[in-house]
Every structure is written in C-alpha cells, then in structure tokens.
C-alpha cells in the first residue's frame, strides 16, 4: 500500500469516527475528528459537509457556511453543500442566526465590561434566536454561577448537553454546579436536624422559616375574626407598599435596561453591519485565494516538473505558462527557489531571442517589428547589453519616422553612459534631431508668412508712385 493510499486511508477512518460521534450527539469529538480527517484529505466532501453540519448544529453558522463554501468550490457537482445553502439562505434563516451572532458577542461584551444584567438579557435574547449555540448557554450558566444561582446555571448545561453531550468546558461547569448544590442540600439537612420545629420555605431565590404546627392549632390561632381582618388589610397595604411598587420599579427598569440593549443593538448594528460582512468576505476569500483557480501541492510540483522539462527542450512559452497555473504559496523552500530561478532563467533567455531578432528586423529594415522586439527587451532590462539594446531601439524609432520616441531614448542612453560611445554618439543624435526640430519649426512658420493672404496681395510699392518720382526727375 503506497504512502498516498494509507492517507486516504486515515482519512476515511476520521471520518468515519466523525460520523459517529455526530449520531450520537457528541459535536465536540465529531469537529476534532472531521478536522483530522480534512488535514489527512481537504478534498473530502462528505467530511466536510459533515463538519459543516455539526458547526450548524452547535450553533456557529458562519463556521458552517465556510465549510460548505470550500466544498462548493472543490466539487462543483452533484454537491450536497447546494442543498444546504439554499436551506440555510430560505426564509431569513441565515440573517435571524447572524444577528444572534453578533447580539451574543454583545453580551460577551456587557460580561467583559461588568453589566452582567445586561450580559444576561442579551444573552437570552441570543437564545430565542438560536437556541442550539452552546456558547451562548455555557456563558449564561457561567453568570448564573457567579450568582450563586446553581439551579438555573444546572437547567442551562443540561440544555447545552441535550446539543454536546461531551462538551469539556460543559462538563467542568456541570461537576462544579453539582458539588455546589450538594452543598446546599447537605446544610438544608443539618438545619432541619437543628430545628425540627422549625420548616423551610422556598420560593425562587427567596427563602423564609416558619414553625412547624398542625391543621387545628392553625385553626385555634384564629380566634378574633375581625382582628384578623383588619391585620389582613393592613398586610395587604403593607404588601402593595412594600412589594408591589417595588416589583413594578423593578419591571420598569428592566423595560428600560432593555431599551438600552435594544438601541446599543441597533446603533452597533448600524455601525458594524457592513464592516462585519466586509471582513467575513474578505476571510473566506482569504481562505479560499489557495484553492480557486489553483492546482494543490501535488499539482504544483507536477506543473513545477513539466515547467522544467519545456524548458530543458527550449519551449519558454509553455515553461511560463506551467508556471503561471502552479501555485507557488504551496510549494516548500527549495521549490520556491527553483520556481523562482527557472522563472528568472527563461526571462533572460527570451531578452535574449528578443534582441537577435529585433536586431535582424533592424538589418532587414523592417523596423516596426525592430521597436516590438527591442521595446520588450528594454522592458525586462533597460541596460541590456551595457545600453545598446536602448540605443538600437532609439535607431529604429528614428528609421521609423518616429522621432519624438528615438528621442526619449537617445536622451537615456547619453545620461546613463556619457563616457561610452553609444552615450556620446546618442548626446550627437540629441543634438542634431533637436536642431532638425527647430529648422522645421522655421521652416514652417516661413511658410505660414509666404501663405499669408495679405502679404501676397498687397504689392511691394505703388506703381503711381513710381511714375511720380520719374516726372519729376524729367522736369
């Protein structure tokens, strides 16, 4: 069995063991050994439109969406991924999960910050959105620990494992919330053993005591029925004054705290919106620039080897061409350097071709083909050939009629060798394709004053006045 098959090998087995743990609701261990099994093989569409199930399942729909995006991109047909993305795009599924995405990072932030009040609301709110994201549940268990609330933290974990069964950070909060509830029971015991007499009433997070007594002795208590009676009114003046506005001041800033969240949500919303989006799209395009349009790491060095062989045989084209389809990022050091030498190489070696046969067109007299050859040859190296490939480049441009380039690049070469003889014989060239310039600068405003049509019509003088001056000299 050659090295390749016991990948694929190793790859299937992950994969297998992914599947399972999944059916068995074990999302922890599945995205360990789907991970695995996508390091042994990244091409493994089943494994990863599994990891993407699980990611969806555990409540991180952005993790799912990657999973099914870089499977979409490696099979494009007859992909199970289609499927699950128009699912998840149907019904406004996909922006409910992003915004109770962004709203449990806000209430990350509320705990971070300290209002954990406000962290507990935001998480609930998270919760009604997507009630399968374990980490939303497992941080608001974590608040209610923190407030010695065990029981509501213990009906939070056993939601989160109905999702993660083995969960590490859900089992190291369930044995902690155990034990602290044991406790509890265990002093409620030693109490009642203290005092038989005496009975323990819970309500909620309110607890009072009272003295135990039978049906008749509650009975015989009553005695003054209107005593009673009034007691009873001023109890209930007494609870209205004392409970109920208190809770309806609590219910009003319970409103007002959310109304808060609710602006804090919507200015973040408004603020962060098109930057998150413009992230998360850079991120997977990020992720994705390895493999759309490019061969992977086996590919590479085959279109790395094929690359050296056109070249061997002369076949330059073709060699960049191989190299151009390669993807170099995935290639390891000494591949890097031969790309890059072979690459190099043939660069040279067509400056080379370039310049015979731009100088053979030059011969030949065919100097619009000369200025093609020559100009690519300049572009790779403007001091090919100490210069002379410039210089012969400026002779054609003059050849072809075309002065103002010749003299670009006669200007070059004087400045850049000005001790060589190409330097001088191009300083020579400046100067009298300057002055050529000049004279047909002359030349024609000459002629635009010989075409003047006022200079051609009016005669040099007056023919009456010469009659005049002849009459008088008779006279």
């Known amino acids: 069995m050659t090295a390749e098959e016991l990948i694929y090998k190793a790859a299937n087995v992950s994969y297998n063991e992914g599947l399972s743990l999944a059916r068995l609701h074990d999302l922890s261990g599945a995205i360990v050994a789907l991970s695995r099994a996508l390091k042994y093989n990244k091409r493994h569409t089943d494994a990863r439109n599994l990891l993407g199930l699980v990611y969806f399942e555990y409540g991180e729909p952005v993790l799912a969406l990657r999973e099914w995006v870089i499977s979409k991109n490696f099979q494009h047909n007859d992909n199970a991924a289609d499927h699950y993305l128009r699912e998840v795009q149907r019904a406004g599924t996909l922006d409910k999960l992003d915004s109770a995405a962004k709203k449990f990072n806000l209430g990350l932030d509320y705990a971070k910050s300290g209002n954990l009040e406000l962290a507990r609301i935001q998480l609930k709110r998270v919760l009604s959105g997507n009630p399968k994201m374990v980490r939303a549940r497992l941080l608001l268990a974590l608040l209610h620990m923190q407030d010695g609330k065990f029981s509501e933290a213990r009906k939070e974990l056993r939601l989160a494992q109905k999702i993660d069964v083995n969960n590490s950070t859900l089992v190291g909060y369930m044995q902690e919330v155990e034990t602290h509830i044991a406790e509890i029971e ?3 015991k030693r109490k009642r053993r203290n005092h038989p007499d005496v009975i323990d009433i819970t309500d909620g997070n309110d607890s009072w005591r009272m003295p135990r007594q039978t049906f008749v002795e509650a009975i015989d208590n009553t005695k003054s029925g209107i005593l009673n009676l009034i007691l009873g009114t001023g109890i209930g003046i007494m609870v209205a004054i004392f409970l109920i506005v208190p ?8 409103d007002a705290a959310t109304a808060l969240i609710s602006a804090n949500t919507k200015a973040q919303t408004t603020q962060n919106d098109v930057e998150d ?11 994705l620039e390895k493999y759309e349009g490019q061969a992977d790491i086996k590919e590479s060095y085959e279109l790395l080897v094929d690359a050296r062989n ?5 076949e330059f084209d073709t060699a960049l061409s191989k190299l151009d389809s390669l993807n170099k990022d995935l290639l390891e050091k000494k591949g890097v350097s ?6 190099a190489d043939i660069q040279a070696d067509r400056a080379k071709a370039f310049f015979s046969e731009g100088m053979a067109a030059k011969k030949r007299g065919d100097y619009e083909t000369a200025t093609k050859l020559l100009k690519s ?8 050939a100490d210069g002379e490939a410039m210089y012969r480049l400026a002779e054609s441009y003059e050849k072809d009629g075309k002065v103002d380039r010749a003299l670009t690049y006669y200007k070059k070469v004087a400045e850049e060798y000005p001790t060589k003889y190409i330097g001088r014989k191009s300083a020579q060239k400046v100067d009298a394709l300057d002055t050529e310039e000049e004279m047909e600068t002359v030349d024609t405003q000459t002629d635009e004053m010989l075409t003047d049509e006022q200079l051609i019509d009016e005669p040099l003088f007056d023919e009456n006045e010469e009659d005049e001056t002849e009459t008088d000299q008779n006279e």
Request: avoid cysteine.
């Open 310 to 314: 056109a070249y061997d045989e002369g």
């Open 338 to 343: 031969l790309y890059e030498k072979m690459e």
């Open 277 to 287: 989006l413009s992230k998360e799209v850079k991120r997977l395009n990020k992720r």
């Open 186 to 188: 265990k002093e409620k």
């Open 377 to 384: 040859v300049v572009k790779y190296d403007e001091n090919y």
């Open 247 to 254: 809770t309806v001041k609590q219910e009003a800033n319970a």
